[in-house]
């Protein structure tokens, strides 16, 4: 497992890069932390299975924390993480940074094939996070399977004691087969606070469309939490354009990231402009065409267009 190191920062391969002077932020969980503490009702994620204030988020991920702890997870140490995209999701990978571990994110669609079993073993991940569909299939002795994440419960409690800097492990990034870059927590915290890749401010909807599960772009979950803003993640499965624009009308998303290929699906459904009310448009993956990037420009002049894949 390689190490992802800085001056400049890059975001695994072919990701966008950093300048390394920028100050060394805390890590991403602590973060977190100070918005739950300071706005413990504003909403941080809706999500098909639930909405989660920044307090009720914090608080059922240090009950897992301490759950991780107690199946042996120390400092330093790895877990897997196997969920569709959810409030669940989000409680998971929290839980995880704050019993002082990195995670990494096994794709269910990859789970279900078996494809992903190498990247587990070769994490050296002791303790996987998942949904029981998966127990069966992650298990056989080699991990510790801990089913679902933790229910709400009314009891306040602090996050293990941890010694984690921001240099240590936040999360695994998947590169191909068994390989995987380790991230550390500067990567998340300079990414976030470099408005060219997501500017988000505090009070913002963000819609997250584009896979962050899949490719493992933490900054898409991260830099939203990290900031106070809300964020908003789809129903599981494809959704048509329509139900894409419609689902960011109704959240009133002053932010969406999508693909370039959904980005062109809005476009050819004659959708986007409906979509005047977005502030910023982030597209990431591929690099738009130039014709299409300028119907974009045409259908939306107002909206900030960031092409993740020319920065």
């Given at each position: 497992?390689?190490?992802?190191?800085?001056?400049?920062?890059?975001?695994?391969?072919?990701?966008?890069?950093?300048?390394?002077?920028?100050?060394?932020?805390?890590?991403?969980?602590?973060?977190?932390?100070?918005?739950?503490?300071?706005?413990?009702?504003?909403?941080?994620?809706?999500?098909?299975?639930?909405?989660?204030?920044?307090?009720?988020?914090?608080?059922?991920?240090?009950?897992?924390?301490?759950?991780?702890?107690?199946?042996?997870?120390?400092?330093?140490?790895?877990?897997?993480?196997?969920?569709?995209?959810?409030?669940?999701l989000?409680?998971?990978?929290?839980?995880?940074?704050?019993?002082?571990?990195?995670?990494?994110?096994?794709?269910?669609?990859?789970?279900?094939?078996?494809?992903?079993?190498?990247?587990?073993?070769?994490?050296?991940?002791?303790?996987?996070?998942?949904?029981?569909?998966?127990?069966g299939?992650?298990?056989?002795?080699?991990v510790?399977?801990?089913?679902?994440?933790?229910?709400?419960?009314?009891?306040?409690?602090?996050?293990?004691?941890?010694?984690?800097?921001?240099?240590?492990?936040?999360?695994?990034?998947?590169?191909?087969?068994?390989?995987?870059?380790?991230?550390?927590?500067?990567?998340?915290?300079?990414?976030?606070?470099?408005?060219?890749?997501?500017?988000?401010?505090?009070?913002?909807?963000?819609?997250?469309?584009?896979?962050?599960?899949?490719?493992?772009?933490?900054?898409?979950?991260?830099a939203?939490?990290?900031?106070?803003?809300?964020l908003?993640?789809?129903?599981?499965?494809?959704?048509?354009?329509?139900?894409?624009?419609?689902?960011?009308?109704?959240?009133?998303a002053?932010?969406?990231?999508?693909?370039?290929?959904?980005?062109?699906?809005?476009?050819?459904a004659?959708?986007?402009?409906?979509?005047?009310?977005?502030?910023?448009?982030?597209?990431?993956?591929?690099?738009?065409?130039?014709?299409?990037?300028?119907?974009?420009?045409?259908?939306?002049?107002?909206?900030?267009?960031?092409?993740?894949?020319?920065?």
């Amino acid at each position: 497992m390689s190490t992802l190191t800085l001056a400049p920062v890059s975001a695994g391969e072919g990701g966008p890069r950093v300048p390394a002077s920028l100050p060394a932020p805390a890590p991403v969980h602590r973060t977190v932390a100070r918005q739950a503490a300071v706005h413990p009702s504003r909403t941080a994620v809706r999500a098909h299975d639930g909405v989660l204030t920044y307090g009720g988020l914090d608080q059922r991920a240090n009950h897992l924390a301490h759950r991780l702890r107690a199946h042996g997870v120390r400092d330093r140490d790895t877990v897997a993480v196997c969920l569709e995209p959810s409030a669940r999701l989000l409680v998971a990978v929290l839980g995880v940074l704050k019993a002082g571990a990195g995670y990494v994110l096994l794709d269910p669609a990859h789970v279900r094939s078996g494809s992903a079993l190498p990247l587990l073993y070769a994490s050296g991940a002791g303790v996987v996070v998942t949904q029981e569909l998966f127990a069966g299939v992650l298990g056989g002795g080699r991990v510790t399977v801990l089913p679902d994440v933790t229910p709400a419960s009314s009891t306040a409690v602090l996050p293990p004691a941890s010694d984690v800097t921001h240099a240590d492990t936040a999360y695994v990034l998947p590169v191909r087969g068994d390989r995987g870059v380790s991230v550390p927590h500067t990567v998340i915290g300079r990414l976030a606070a470099d408005g060219r890749f997501l500017p988000v401010t505090a009070g913002d909807v963000v819609l997250q469309y584009a896979p962050a599960v899949a490719d493992g772009t933490a900054l898409a979950l991260w830099a939203p939490l990290m900031a106070g803003a809300r964020l908003v993640l789809p129903p599981p499965g494809e959704l048509t354009p329509y139900e894409l624009a419609t689902l960011a009308r109704e959240e009133r998303a002053g932010i969406l990231r999508v693909t370039s290929r959904h980005l062109s699906d809005l476009i050819d459904a004659g959708v986007l402009p409906g979509l005047r009310g977005l502030r910023c448009l982030v597209v990431a993956g591929d690099a738009l065409p130039p014709e299409a990037a300028a119907r974009v420009a045409g259908l939306l002049p107002a909206t900030r267009v960031i092409e993740t894949a020319r920065l």
